[in-house]
């Protein structure tokens, strides 16, 4: 019976309910999560996919935005919970065939520097852009991700009052193809913008209102970090924080169905087991839209239009390919390090296209259900900073590659059969660039295909990786659609939380701050 009864039951482990429920646990709140794997931290997961003591980050693989981030202040994440990050001097490299490359650093000089080699021109803009918007990002835009979306519009309202912000509203409303081409002339510049909007950004180049990915890219404040010992540390940051402020995680608890009173008010819910558990206050779900509303609450709960609107949500188009190597070296661009010892330094560098339209045919390809052979392949290195993401001496690297969830003629869990071939396709291609990937330095490689994925997390459905699409019809005060866009959801007590609200970001555990606010105040708390 200890089990039986809590003030309010979140269900997933991810960020986001670690978050609430760390606040809801400061307001004295008694909290449970359920969790139907037997590891927490939804994407902030780090496992050992090709040998033990080889950590290999699935899916989110680094933080940012965490200094300006009012969450890891306000629950002590990083001062009271032992978080460690190191920070690559260079966020992003593009490998051109002819042994020439073109680098995102850290610092903004040596970012025009590393342009300036293609168009002194871009490097010039590349400059001007960042001084005219970046303030503007760290005064509204990274404060909006922490408001709900309509307190945002009034901020959105006053960033068009500034100097530059009419400007940046309206390079914000364009796609990032037609952003790049406004901006800069060279196509290696373009490319290296580009390349960083499927992965790690989520939206395609002809995504309207995905310009803003462009801007924040280049202007933005974001300070990516590795956390050491992989993104599951993170999560055990996050758990820490959330067990000290008193809640309970229930790992392998399968919660079947949300149980809602005669009166339309969710009040508890039904494992996969039969068992039920009260919830005297409310219940939050970290599941995808569909699976909490129309699997767990069910159709009959909720207004037939409603219900329409949900199975309406558009889902990413594009999922992921993943090749994850055991090492007994850290990869290395010979020929492209000698020409830019930045390539050395990358967080990731990014193979594969040269120019715009190399691109643009890879979201051909994808959306025709086939697997690109224009392909954008977002490699890693991780032990190249962090040694304990391998044991000693050894090392991990990983390739990340947009895909089509479901390949034309073929059944989704046809991949299973196909894995093996992309992934010698993926090696193949990552060779041509990393000179010393060879058969002697691979110890072990692991495919995983966008069926596994959306397997092992539920909430990714049809491998969804943002759940819901990041276009201009499901963002803000529409995300992923307007009933339930403040968190709130019609099944009073019931709220919603995740990648598919707002703000859609990456690491920062936005939408878990967002709801606390608004379950603050329906709660008297």
Same mark, same amino acid.
């Given at each position: ?10 269900? +997933? ?18 909290? !449970? ?49 032992? *978080? ?63 408001e709900l979306p309509e307190p945002g519009a009034a901020i959105l309202q006053k960033l068009a009052n500034e100097p530059d912000g009419q400007e940046f509203r309206r ?36 995504? %309207? ?9 280049? *202007? %933005? ?19 820490? $924080? ?8 229930? $790992? ?14 969710? !009040? ?22 569909? *699976? ?46 000698a020409n830019n010892p930045a390539v050395g330094q990358a967080m990731n560098v990014n193979i594969g296209p040269e120019t715009p339209a190399d691109l643009e045919a ?6 025709? %259900?086939?697997?690109?052979?224009? %392909? ?42 196909l894995k093996s071939s992309f992934l010698d396709t993926v090696v193949k291609t990552w060779r041509r660039f990393a000179t010393n990937l060879t058969d002697e330095n ?12 959306? +397997? ?10 943002? !759940? ?7 963002? +803000? ?26 703000? *859609? ?21």
């Amino acid at each position: 019976m200890v089990d039986s009864e809590w003030d309010v039951i979140l269900i +997933g482990a991810g960020q986001n309910n670690f978050a609430l429920g760390t606040y809801l646990g400061m307001a004295g709140l008694k909290t !449970v999560i359920c969790e139907s794997r037997l590891e927490n931290g939804g994407r902030l997961a780090s496992e050992e996919i090709t040998r033990p003591g080889y950590w290999h980050n699935t899916l989110a693989y680094f933080q940012d935005n965490r200094e300006l981030s009012p969450v890891w202040k306000e629950l002590k994440w990083a001062d009271g919970h032992h *978080a460690e990050f190191v920070s690559p001097p260079v966020i992003s490299a593009l490998l051109l065939p002819d042994g020439q490359s073109i680098a995102h650093h850290q610092a903004i000089e040596q970012t025009v520097a590393s342009i300036k080699r293609f168009s002194t021109k871009d490097g010039e803009a590349w400059r001007n852009l960042h001084q005219r918007f970046h303030q503007l990002i760290c005064d509204y835009l990274i404060p909006y991700y922490y408001e709900l979306p309509e307190p945002g519009a009034a901020i959105l309202q006053k960033l068009a009052n500034e100097p530059d912000g009419q400007e940046f509203r309206r390079l914000w409303r364009m796609t990032p193809r037609q952003v790049v081409d406004e901006l800069f002339e060279s196509d290696a510049v373009k490319t290296l913008v580009l390349s960083q909007m499927a992965i790690p950004r989520g939206v395609g180049v002809d995504y %309207g209102g995905g310009g803003v990915e462009v801007l924040k890219l280049i *202007a %933005g404040d974001e300070k990516p970090e590795l956390a050491r010992g992989g993104s599951h540390s993170i999560a055990q940051v996050l758990q820490r $924080a959330y067990v000290h402020n008193g809640g309970q995680i229930r $790992a392998v608890h399968h919660v079947d169905k949300i149980v809602v009173n005669d009166e339309g008010r969710a !009040v508890g819910v039904r494992l996969r087991d039969g068992r039920e558990w009260q919830a005297r206050l409310a219940v939050v779900s970290n599941g995808d839209p569909y *699976a909490t509303l129309v699997e767990m609450v069910g159709e009959d709960y909720l207004p037939r239009t409603f219900v329409e609107r949900v199975k309406d949500i558009q889902l990413d188009e594009f999922s992921y390919f993943q090749v994850h190597l055991a090492l007994r070296a850290p990869v290395r661009y010979a020929i492209h390090e000698a020409n830019n010892p930045a390539v050395g330094q990358a967080m990731n560098v990014n193979i594969g296209p040269e120019t715009p339209a190399d691109l643009e045919a890879m979201w051909q390809e994808i959306r025709a %259900g086939e697997f690109p052979t224009h %392909g954008c392949l977002h490699a890693i290195c991780p032990t190249a900073f962090d040694p304990l993401q391998a044991p000693a001496g050894k090392h991990a690297g990983s390739a990340y590659l947009p895909v089509p969830f479901q390949l034309k003629g073929k059944q989704p869990e046809d991949w299973v059969k196909l894995k093996s071939s992309f992934l010698d396709t993926v090696v193949k291609t990552w060779r041509r660039f990393a000179t010393n990937l060879t058969d002697e330095n691979i110890i072990m490689k692991v495919a995983m295909e966008p069926h596994y994925m959306a +397997g092992r997390w539920p909430n990714m459905r049809r491998g969804s990786v943002w !759940v819901a699409r990041k276009i201009a019809t499901q963002m +803000g005060g529409q995300r992923p659609i307007e009933q339930i866009s403040d968190y709130r959801t019609p099944i009073q007590g019931l709220y919603q939380v995740g990648v598919a609200m707002h703000p *859609a970001d990456a690491v920062i555990a936005g939408s878990g701050h967002n709801c606390w606010k608004v379950m603050k105040q329906d709660l008297n708390l």
